[in-house]
């Protein structure tokens, strides 16, 4: 009988907590986009509707409801295009490029560069790039594209500099465009006093998977952004951590391209290196009791 019991009672309990996973993520998805509004807005209208039509016996209302409501998942695709392309893109692909040292060097440049320019409070807004192409959300920009270090970055950001006004892209330890214009966050919940350099970098992390640094011009405050979600005033040790935990895989978790060049390192230096050399041949050698009997037979 209990068993009976069981076999009714599971498959329900298993249904309630997937809808509440379900619906968990989806909320945490929708929060903070900027279709937010939109969906809270259809969820309340629809509810309502769904009451008013259920309590005074309303048909056709109902029958509406009913009918329109089919079309609801093509509305969810349109409003969160960039959403669910940027968690697409992150889901069905890995970053197979760039060792852990090469990542490590990336993740300091980044750091030296941001310390540097809060010191002297020199505004900058750098986006690197991930799995999504900021091509398609990013305008105009000129073509850079050579090795970022932070002698590098501080030319460009520099205020007398032609391209100084704007943010900059970084992928595999490269610049690949300077002067680029992010989009602007349209969210109404942002406290006033963010600038346009900390707007564009939350609408640029609201399309894209990209991280995004700022400096602030007036404070030399640094700020980090990811997912449409800003972190201000930051020290440089947690911008360094974040970006780690970001990008530095662990070393137990190495792809193969990682595993491939370790051996190749090991095996080269093995092959390359001299052999010792090997022990002269020297004289034996006579035990001092031996030669004193020799000695005394003489």
């Known amino acids: 009988m209990a068993l009976g019991i069981m076999s009714q009672v599971w498959r329900p309990a298993l249904e309630i907590f997937i809808l509440a996973v379900g619906i968990y993520y989806a909320a945490n998805f929708i929060r903070g986009t900027r279709g937010a509004p939109v969906v809270?807005?259809?969820?309340?209208?629809?509810?309502?509707?769904?009451?008013?039509t259920t309590v005074l016996e309303l048909t056709v209302l109902r029958w509406l409801l009913t009918t329109f409501s089919a079309f609801s998942a093509v509305?969810?695709?349109?409003?969160?295009?960039?959403?669910?392309?940027?968690?697409?893109?992150?889901?069905?692909?890995?970053?197979?490029?760039?060792?852990?040292?090469?990542?490590?060097?990336?993740?300091?440049?980044?750091?030296?560069?941001?310390?540097?320019?809060?010191?002297v409070r020199i505004?900058?807004?750098m986006a690197v790039e991930q799995r999504i192409n900021l091509s398609e959300a990013v305008e105009s920009g000129v073509v850079v594209d050579c090795e970022a270090t932070p002698e590098m970055l501080e030319t460009i950001f520099f205020p007398n500099n032609a391209i100084h006004d704007g943010g900059v892209i970084l992928k595999n330890g490269r610049i690949l465009r300077a002067?680029?214009?992010?989009?602007?966050?349209?969210?109404?919940?942002?406290?006033?006093?963010?600038?346009?350099?900390?707007?564009a970098a939350i609408g640029l992390t609201e399309e894209t998977d990209a991280v995004v640094v700022v400096v602030s011009e007036e404070t030399g405050a640094i700020s980090y952004a990811l997912r449409g979600e800003l972190k201000r005033g930051v020290t440089v040790?947690?911008?360094?951590?974040?970006?780690t935990a970001s990008f530095v895989r662990r070393v137990t978790?190495?792809?193969?391209?990682?595993?491939?060049?370790?051996?190749?390192?090991?095996?080269?230096?093995?092959?390359?290196?001299?052999?010792?050399?090997?022990?002269?041949?020297?004289?034996?050698?006579?035990?001092?009791?031996?030669?004193?009997?020799?000695?005394?037979?003489?």
Do not use: Y
Not at 264 to 280: D, T
């Open 40 to 52: 809270t807005g259809l969820v309340v209208l629809f509810v309502a509707l769904s009451f008013l």
């Open 123 to 125: 505004g900058a807004v």
């Open 75 to 119: 509305a969810v695709l349109i409003i969160f295009q960039p959403e669910l392309r940027r968690l697409l893109a992150e889901l069905g692909n890995q970053s197979l490029l760039m060792s852990t040292r090469e990542q490590r060097e990336d993740v300091e440049v980044i750091v030296e560069t941001v310390e540097r320019l809060a010191d």
């Open 237 to 243: 040790e947690e911008l360094r951590a974040f970006l």
């Open 179 to 199: 002067a680029c214009i992010f989009p602007l966050t349209q969210r109404q919940d942002l406290h006033k006093s963010l600038g346009t350099r900390h707007r």
């Open 253 to 298: 978790t190495r792809n193969w391209v990682d595993n491939a060049r370790l051996w190749l390192a090991q095996n080269i230096s093995l092959a390359g290196a001299p052999k010792p050399p090997s022990p002269e041949p020297t004289a034996p050698t006579v035990a001092p009791d031996v030669a004193a009997k020799k000695a005394e037979a003489k």
